[in-house]
């Protein structure tokens, strides 16, 4: 067993396929999920010093039919045995079930109208009687301190709830869509100094003095709200918390507030300014996405966690600072900030995650500190005004379309990347280098292009990048060159030529050549067996394509698309049923313009073919054209 460091809880179990297992006395809780998908286990003694059991503890054990639950246990978690015969032999019935000190659930036959909790019992469950229309009233007694999360969601019959001044903890939502709640008069809704909902929709609201959390969705949707006062001693501002409040324009939050949930304010278009004080640890995912308004937000070094889409879609956000201590810049975190013109990141970040920063379309230069190991997809694509990037030494890892959709003129590749993934680079017009370092042992640039270097024993490569803006009208690639990515010549608008040798064996999966405008011509190695899909799409300079000497060729969709002006393709290939070619692969207009050569005494077979016979002319290539 894997147990905390103080060996009171447990936390896991390395052996799942452990069919017995003996609990000893002194652990005081079971972790959440600790003994998830033990599907051999199938019984368990807890002792008697154990008092709580958390979410998904035992989720899974799919032969696990005896649970022995001392009196001690006084809190049992959201589908703490889900999926076991345990639970599925406690919901056969028609009772309310008890596990030690926990109201647990109900069986699935019960029909309960007016209940009365058995005095002793500590906590009620979550979603212990979610559902129950037949419910009409519940008396708790002084015992309980624990209401568990939807413990009476959607009892619409419920209007009667007598509950005692000994709960001191409410969970999410515990009693929502009840007629109880329903009826409740407009403002803030406590039981216990606990905050439960706003009812109604209010323009100005004042917290209580000595409330400790806002829960989760208590403002959420409250169009009206336009300023929140939340007083000092708040500690957590709960999931969704604020979502909606499309009016709210102020907020003050105080020192005393450590977390600020998911989504906690998602969607309050109207909020201006926020200042975190330096209280706060944590930032939830989504917390302030789609706040368009927000202009500026200091976050202080106290945050060391800012989560996912965080500021997604924060339109009119200027400048932000990153704290020192944070690890990560989260997935989609500044994703579309469009007006973002300045970023700080610290030397704490160790990576940059997807589309982090994608669409930052305002942000003309990054510098990454020497921490950063990763920079993940598309991290910065799309930044439409980025000019310049600093990578330092100690990237290993830059992932797919990372820095595509840039500005970015020159690239330095250190020498401790290992990875680049497809397109990383693409659709940046105005790139004329890529500069690699010398002790790097995975890529190479030559001529300013960037190759992937020592692909097998032979040190053969493979041409990854040609910069679009590098002022060559003829290209010859590397002799060692044995494959090409995809995109690779994308929008190489320069180039009238491309010299490619019969060694190569791959030209990648799409757009190879696309958008070379300037290209007039290409000769296919004879090791090529397929164009891939818009392999020269955009082209519209290309007037001669050669495909010779090859026993079978394919010819991918829209690979000649917006070839305007494709004057021949010639085909050196016996036996054209063994070339096919996908319906879209050339303009219907080409057919009419082009003309294809073909090899002597195929004219017939050809012109049978089911899409290169569509082609107006198809001429017999003269041997004295000498290719």
């Not at 649970?67 to 056969?92: N, Q």
């Not at 918390?241 to 450590?258: H, R």
């Not at 900030?337 to 030397?347: D, G, K």
């Amino acid at each position: 067993m894997i147990l905390s460091d103080d060996g009171k809880v447990i936390k896991g179990i390395k052996d799942k396929s452990v069919d017995c297992v003996s609990i000893p006395y002194g652990i005081t809780s079971i972790g959440n999920m600790a003994f998830k998908g033990c599907t051999s286990l199938r019984s368990i003694d807890i002792p008697n010093s154990v008092v709580s059991i958390g979410s998904e503890a035992f989720s899974g054990c799919r032969r696990l039919a005896y649970v022995a639950i001392p009196e001690t246990v006084s809190f049992i978690d959201e589908y703490a045995f889900y999926e076991t015969p345990f639970d599925e032999d406690l919901l056969d019935g028609n009772e309310i079930i008890y596990l030690g000190r926990c109201l647990y659930c109900l069986g699935f036959y019960a029909e309960v109208t007016d209940v009365v909790i058995k005095d002793g019992t500590v906590s009620i469950s979550p979603y212990a009687f979610e559902w129950q229309h037949s419910l009409k009233s519940i008396i708790i007694p002084n015992s309980v301190t624990s209401i568990g999360k939807s413990a009476f969601a959607f009892c619409d019959s419920l209007s009667t709830i007598i509950i005692p001044n000994s709960v001191v903890n409410i969970g999410e939502e515990a009693f929502v869509g009840t007629k109880w709640l329903n009826n409740q008069p407009e403002g803030l809704l406590y039981i216990n100094n606990i905050l439960i909902k706003m009812i109604g929709n209010l323009p100005i609201v004042g917290i209580r003095e000595g409330t400790i959390n806002i829960p989760t969705s208590t403002f959420e949707g409250r169009t009206n709200l336009k300023k929140i006062y939340i007083p000092n001693g708040v500690i957590s501002i709960g999931n969704c918390a604020f979502k909606g409040c499309t009016s709210l324009n102020e907020v003050e939050i105080p020192i005393s507030v450590s977390v600020i949930g998911n989504s906690a304010f998602k969607d309050c278009k109207s909020l201006h300014n926020v200042d975190i004080p330096n209280s706060v640890n944590s930032i939830g995912d989504a917390a302030f996405c789609d706040c368009n308004s927000l202009q500026s937000i200091d976050i202080p070094n106290s945050v060391n966690y800012i989560g996912e889409c965080a500021f997604l879609w924060c339109f009119s956000l200027h400048s932000i600072n990153i704290p020192f201590g944070l690890k990560s810049i989260k997935n989609g975190t500044f994703q579309q900030c469009s007006s973002l013109e300045v970023v700080n990141i610290p030397n704490s970040v160790t990576s940059i995650g997807s589309a982090a920063f994608a669409r930052c379309e305002s942000l003309k230069s990054i510098i990454l500190p020497n921490s950063v190991k990763s920079i993940e997809k598309e991290a910065f694509s799309g930044c439409l005004s980025l000019q310049n990037v600093h990578i330092p030494e100690g990237v290993i890892s830059i992932g797919q379309e990372a820095f595509r959709w840039t500005l970015l003129e020159k690239i330095l590749i250190p020498s401790t990347v290992e990875f680049i993934g497809n397109d990383a680079f693409g659709d940046a017009p105005n790139l004329s280098e890529f500069i690699v370092e010398n002790d790097n042992n995975h890529f190479m640039s030559y001529e300013g292009v960037l190759y992937k270097c020592n692909l097998g024993v032979d040190n053969t490569h493979k041409l990854l990048k040609y910069p679009p803006q590098k002022a060559l009208s003829k290209f010859t690639v590397n002799d060692n060159t044995k494959e090409i990515d995809s995109y690779a010549f994308k929008w190489a608008r320069n180039l009238e030529e491309i010299v490619l040798h019969d060694e190569i064996l791959d030209l990648g999966v799409e757009q190879t050549f696309s958008y070379c405008e300037s290209l007039k011509e290409i000769h296919v190695p004879s090791k090529i067996t397929s164009l891939p899909k818009m392999c020269f799409r955009g082209c519209k300079a290309l007037e001669h394509v050669y495909i010779l000497d090859r026993e079978q060729f394919r010819i991918e969709k829209k690979a000649f698309m917006g070839c305007d002006s494709l004057n021949s393709v010639h085909f050196r290939i016996e036996k054209p049923e063994n070339i096919v070619v996908v319906d879209d692969a050339f303009d219907e207009d080409t057919f009419n313009t082009c003309t294809i050569f073909i090899p002597s005494g195929t004219r017939w077979a050809y012109r049978h073919h089911p899409i290169l016979g569509k082609f107006k002319n198809i001429v017999i290539e003269q041997k004295q054209t000498g290719i």
